[in-house]
Nanobody
Framework: VQLQASGGGSVQPGGSLRLSCAASGSRLRIDDMAWYRQVPGKQRELVAVITSGGSTNYADSVKGRFTISRHNAKNTWYLEMNSLKPEDTALYYC??????????????????WGQGTLVTVSS
């Protein structure tokens, strides 16, 4: 299973970006889908998570500005980021709890990470 993140870039304070993450592979079931971020010298932090049932949870620092959503049929999830601030500058990683089946129909649970996409907020 591979996760491919995209949508990062440079934006001025107050601007918007939309991140996407797509999971590739066959016979997948994805439970929680999440976005994390990390700046140099700090621990990776959870930004937002969405469950298979559609429940969401956000870091206090992004509540009201960021929205996480998912498209189950496409195994894709998104992070809509509005009113961006310089402190949102970070490398953003997508993450998912994935269940897939091998060729022998053996279920395998895996915690998967994307490669990271850089978001820079600066004037």
């Amino acid at each position: 299973v591979q996760l491919q993140a995209s949508g990062g870039g440079s934006v001025q304070p107050g601007g918007s970006l939309r991140l996407s993450c797509a999971a590739s592979g066959s016979r997948l079931r994805i439970d929680d889908m999440a976005w994390y971020r990390q700046v140099p010298g700090k621990q990776r932090e959870l930004v937002a998570v969405i469950t298979s049932g559609g429940s969401t949870n956000y870091a206090d620092s992004v509540k009201g500005r960021f929205t996480i959503s998912r498209h189950n049929a496409k195994n894709t999830w998104y992070l809509e980021m509005n009113s961006l601030k310089p402190e949102d500058t970070a490398l953003y990683y997508c993450n998912a709890q994935v269940l897939y089946y091998t060729d022998y129909d053996t279920p395998v649970a895996e915690n998967c990470w994307g490669q990271g996409t850089l978001v820079t907020v600066s004037s």
